[in-house]
């Protein structure tokens, strides 16, 4: 399934929330539609098996982790949500790593790249959103 195939079917409820307009969201959501398959995959071997459970709570904490910190507004306390979210993309990406030997080379480079992509856009957005917050925190302490 392409990207374009996969937003296609997103509902619209979901795509017309703005959250759907941060670029992290939509691929947080596409990769935890791809760990649901992969776990499949996974789960069809002994060892697999909690590597599979492993995987699927961290690739759905990203996404959930977004929409929570985004639900709370902006400030201190969405940076840290985005912190949380930054490191379920770190352990699924460790995860992957782990279940290596069941999936195809060619699936876990994709999964790689996407989480690459997802760790950078986090990192730059918490950190972002973490000094706008201390910005605002000191100009309305010096008030």
């Not at 929570?68 to 995860?95: K, M, V």
Request: net charge positive.
């Amino acid at each position: 399934m392409t990207y374009e195939e996969w937003i296609e079917q997103v509902p619209d409820n979901i795509k017309n929330d703005p959250l759907w307009n941060f670029e992290v969201y939509p691929k947080a959501l596409l990769l935890f539609d791809f760990a649901w398959g992969d776990c499949d995959k996974l789960a069809q071997d002994h060892r697999g098996r909690k590597v599979s459970e492993q995987l699927i709570d961290s690739a759905g904490s990203i996404s959930a982790n977004i929409e929570e910190g985004y639900g709370r507004g902006y400030g201190l306390d969405y940076s840290r949500f985005l912190r949380i979210a930054l490191g379920s993309a770190r352990e699924t990406r460790g995860w992957y790593y782990r279940g290596r030997k069941l999936l195809d080379q060619k699936i876990l480079n994709y999964r790689y790249k996407l989480l690459d992509e997802i760790i950078a856009l986090l990192a730059t957005h918490s950190s972002r959103q973490k000094r706008r917050a201390q910005k605002g925190k000191h100009t309305s302490s010096s008030k």
